[in-house]
């Protein structure tokens, strides 16, 4: 309890610091906090920034704001041991802002419902079909049957992505795309050697970028070859 105070009046005292130093610009405010953000303090202090600037950011300026709070939030769980309550809820909270940066799309947001392959070829942002699809297939892990009903949702935001921007975030479409072919099975879309070429293909468009090497070690290496 103590620490957690602790952190909420650290967060508190270096917003104000901040604000101070950036003025009105709430947007660069976060973005100073976020190359910041292997501390997890940090992290917590781009969050609370970027959600501040929600409130005032102009409409053309959402979009990022809103996938970088996706991000922070997928991200945020990497100080976790894992797989824990706390962690679902900021999954759920990632997933959330993403797909609010997607309906800012209003094709995406016309046909969501009724055909949301066709909603989501009209996306031409990675960074919220990235960050989208990684908080939602990270959710799978706490209810596996209604992972069954989303999983053709998620694979269509990261094959959507792969056609947007290939090379996005160190081919992460390609990573996360393979790593999902493999552990799925068929009657859901699974493919071992489309699996296999995509993990091969991230690492050549990024063979600098260490989780394409490690992905393909867990999801490939250990298992198949």
């Known amino acids: ?54 409130a005032v950011v102009p409409v053309q300026s959402q979009a990022f704001v809103l996938d970088r709070l996706s991000q922070c939030y997928y991200e945020l769980s990497t100080f976790s041991p894992g797989n824990t309550n706390e962690d679902k809820k900021l999954f759920e ?34 960074a919220a079909l990235l960050w989208t699809a990684n908080n939602w ?11 069954m009903v989303d999983a053709g949702k998620v694979k269509a935001l990261y094959e959507r992505g792969v056609e947007v921007d290939e090379t996005y975030w160190g081919a992460s479409f390609h990573n996360a795309l393979g790593a999902m072919l493999i552990t799925l099975p068929a009657f859901l879309g699974g493919d071992l050697e489309q699996g296999k070429a995509h993990l091969e293909r991230a690492i050549a468009l990024a063979p600098n970028y260490l989780e394409n090497h490690v992905v393909y070690a867990q999801y490939w290496g250990f298992t198949y070859d």
């Open 1 to 54: 309890m103590f620490k957690g105070k602790l952190l909420v009046f650290f967060c508190a005292f270096v917003l104000a610091g901040f604000l101070t130093a950036y003025g009105d610009d709430p947007i660069a405010q976060g973005n100073v906090a976020f190359a910041e953000r292997f501390d997890q303090q940090k992290m917590r202090l781009a969050i609370s920034l970027y959600e501040a600037a929600l």
């Open 137 to 147: 297939g990270a959710l799978f892990h706490y209810n596996p049957l209604q992972g």
């Open 93 to 126: 909270k990632g997933r959330e802002y993403g797909l609010h940066s997607l309906r800012l799309n209003p094709e995406f947001a016309r046909l969501e419902k009724d055909d949301f392959a066709t909603a989501v070829g009209c996306v031409t942002d990675p």
